[in-house]
């Protein structure tokens, strides 16, 4: 799960990793407050007005703005509020900002990458720091590797002390600035594996000329399947950041993820999932979305499938690929009937049915009535689901 960058830093700050104090706002007139607070208590100088939303290079979009006054602050978020925000990670359609947090400003010497998150090669967490500070990390992967200093973090046992010094020595810090790096990894650590994050990333981490180390920004992401030992970060989702029809799926038990192609899926099993969609590819096609139905999948989880691959426009045919084995192939095919019956089912369907039950789903099917078209092998669905959207081309 996904979530914004003060609610991050609330998360870091009950951890004790200093980060900058900031207000969240929802609206001008409470960026404004917010600024005249942090104003009044630093004594002048600056603040920043930072657009809150699930993507990174918000600053090169326009995202992030530094201001002297409680009036500039209003004057900022006025404007920024409301807007929408393109960056490369939000794609040409760009996200809304609909929430911003006001922040202190800093008095930055160095900045630094710092990031924690599972390596699946050895299946340990990995710590990686880098003197390149807000730079992508993959970019600094791709073209300066020397730059970046990894340590695994050993599964019962976590980071070593020793093995914080080391990725602050990798930086270059001495003195007051090297210590507070050592706490400051130590603590970073610790909150990850407390919170069950999947992804902790400080771009930049930051050092100032008064020997603070400062999470300047931070990008938490929760391990959702481990959300059932966190029960209050579930009032942290923010489903506006997140696609409808993700949010539909997630409500009826639904695995969807929304891809940029025209062939919908309907698959039982994350695997076959996969597999369909790389054999739509190999035969030409583009899947338009993953979509697992589950094991156990009802004729009403088959029904709120097919609602969802329809409310997608660039949808133009339907490959429902399902190998019955705790499923019976039967109830597919009953929700597959009973979808056709009370949708407006206007594209080309196509069905391939194994496992148990298979026999009996394709008379059902077969009977229905229903303009379908049956598939009998992995190759033979995805050859008839590009050919009907072809046709119908």
């Known amino acids: 799960m996904n979530i914004h960058e003060h609610q991050g830093k609330d998360i870091l700050r009950r951890y004790h990793v200093p980060v900058p104090k900031g207000i969240v706002a929802f609206s001008a007139e409470e960026a404004r407050a917010a600024a005249a607070t942090l104003l009044a208590e630093q004594g002048g100088g600056v603040v920043v007005v930072k657009a809150q939303i ?3 290079g918000r600053g090169k979009a326009g995202g992030v703005k530094v201001v002297k006054s409680a009036e500039e602050a209003f004057d900022v978020a006025q404007k920024m509020l409301g807007m929408k925000l393109v960056t490369h990670q939000t794609g040409p359609a760009g996200k809304e900002v609909r929430r911003l947090l006001i922040e202190q400003g800093v008095n930055i010497e160095k900045e630094f990458y710092l990031g924690i998150t599972l390596d699946r090669a050895v299946s340990q967490n990995v710590l990686m720091v880098s003197t390149e500070g807000g730079m992508e990390i993959e970019a600094v992967a791709e073209h300066s590797p020397e730059k970046i200093f990894k340590q695994h973090l050993h599964p019962l046992l976590g980071l ?5 010094r080391q990725a602050a020595f990798f930086l270059g810090l001495e003195g007051e600035q090297f210590k507070n790096a050592v706490q400051f990894i130590l603590a970073l650590c610790h909150a990850y594996q407390q919170i069950d994050a999947s992804l902790a990333e400080i771009n930049p981490l930051v050092v100032t000329k008064e020997g603070q180390v400062l999470a300047l920004d931070a990008k938490i992401n929760l391990d959702d399947n481990a959300l059932f030992r966190h029960k209050d970060f579930l009032e942290l989702r923010d489903t506006s950041e997140e696609d409808p029809l993700e949010v539909e799926a997630s409500a009826s038990n639904l695995n969807y993820v ?6 919908g899926c309907m698959v039982n099993g994350a695997g076959l999932a996969m597999a369909t969609m790389d ?3 190999l035969a030409g096609g583009k899947p338009a979305n993953f979509l697992d139905v589950g094991g156990g999948a009802s004729a009403k989880t088959v029904e709120a499938g097919f609602k969802i691959i329809l409310s997608d426009p660039s949808v133009k045919a339907i490959l ?4 019955g084995g705790i499923v019976r192939c039967d109830r597919v095919a009953a929700g597959i009937i009973e979808a056709a019956k009370t949708l407006d089912i206007k594209i080309p369907v196509i069905v391939r049915l194994e496992g148990t039950n298979a026999e009996l789903a394709k008379s059902m099917l077969d009977d229905s009535g229903l303009n379908l078209i049956p598939a009998h092998s992995f190759k033979h669905a995805a050859e008839k689901v590009t050919a009907a959207i072809q046709h119908a081309a």
Not at 258 to 263: A, E, I, M, S
């Open 279 to 281: 054999i739509i590819q």
């Open 160 to 164: 070593q002390p020793y093995q914080a």
């Open 258 to 263: 929304k891809l940029d192609g025209n062939v």
């Open 54 to 56: 699930h993507a990174g």
């Open 320 to 323: 429902v690929n399902i190998f």
